[in-house]
Antibody, heavy 118, light 107 residues
Framework: EVQLVESGGGLVQPGGSLKLSCAASGFTFSNDYMAWVRQAPKKGLEWVATISTSGLTTYYPDSVRGRFTISRDNAESSLYLQMNSLRSEDTATYYC???????????WGQGVLVTVSS | DIQMTQSPVSLSASLGETVSIECLASEGVSNDLAWYQQKSGKSPQLLIYAASRLQDGVPSRFSGSGSGTRYSLKISGMQPEDEADYFCQQSYKYPLTFGSGTKLEIK
């Protein structure tokens, strides 16, 4: 059974930093692209970052590029999201997700809440 | 960026009714289109990928169709457990983009 378990969320002040982690199990982690998707309270879904199997290639939308960094440790089957210069608009539930070969998303974690507020 | 315009924003359906949700892409996405269901307080789940392929374990009353810029999700025979939010997503080009969602309720 595929499991994606996020951790590291919480309350942070504007301008602060936070690092999210995702522990993956139930599949060969190193074979799949992984990503983070977020959802602001009562809002829709927003893609945040994708990382290739090797970790050498990453993709970001303009809204987080230069502030967020996605990384992975294939030996530990773990995915990370380093978030710097956080803004109030980054407040959301962050989901760790597994991509299919066609870059849709076949598995989602339970999500972790990040609140950016003073 | 490819904009995904999803309609309607909300709808209500009677049990057994057939419903359709549409997604219009601002440019062609070559069938790289997925549909997700999100029940209240839960994580989204994949229903349809590659525009028309049913994800394993998803009931056959769900189906997807379309091509180019226009795609649709159909539920043939609304069930109580289908009450949820539905989102489309294009994976043709980065940045990956989602539709704004459709809230489906039971009438």
């Amino acid at each position: 059974e595929v499991q994606l378990v996020e951790s590291g969320g919480g309350l942070v002040q504007p301008g602060g930093s936070l690092k999210l982690s995702c522990a993956a199990s139930g599949f060969t982690f190193s074979n799949d692209y992984m990503a983070w998707v977020r959802q602001a309270p009562k809002k829709g879904l927003e893609w945040v970052a994708t990382i290739s199997t090797s970790g050498l290639t990453t993709y970001y939308p303009d809204s987080v590029r230069g502030r967020f960094t996605i990384s992975r440790d294939n030996a530990e089957s773990s995915l990370y999201l380093q978030m710097n210069s956080l803004r109030s608009e980054d407040t959301a539930t962050y989901y760790c997700v597994k991509h299919t070969s066609r870059i849709s998303i076949d598995y989602w974690g339970q999500g972790v809440l990040v609140t950016v507020s003073s | 960026d490819i904009q995904m315009t999803q309609s309607p924003v909300s709808l209500s359906a009677s049990l057994g009714e057939t419903v359709s949700i549409e997604c219009l892409a601002s440019e062609g996405v070559s069938n790289d289109l997925a549909w997700y269901q999100q029940k209240s307080g839960k994580s989204p789940q994949l229903l349809i990928y590659a525009a028309s392929r049913l994800q394993d374990g998803v009931p056959s009353r769900f189906s997807g169709s379309g091509s180019g810029t226009r795609y649709s999700l159909k539920i043939s025979g609304m069930q109580p457990e289908d009450e949820a939010d539905y989102f489309c997503q294009q994976s043709y080009k980065y940045p990956l983009t989602f539709g704004s969602g459709t809230k489906l309720e039971i009438k």
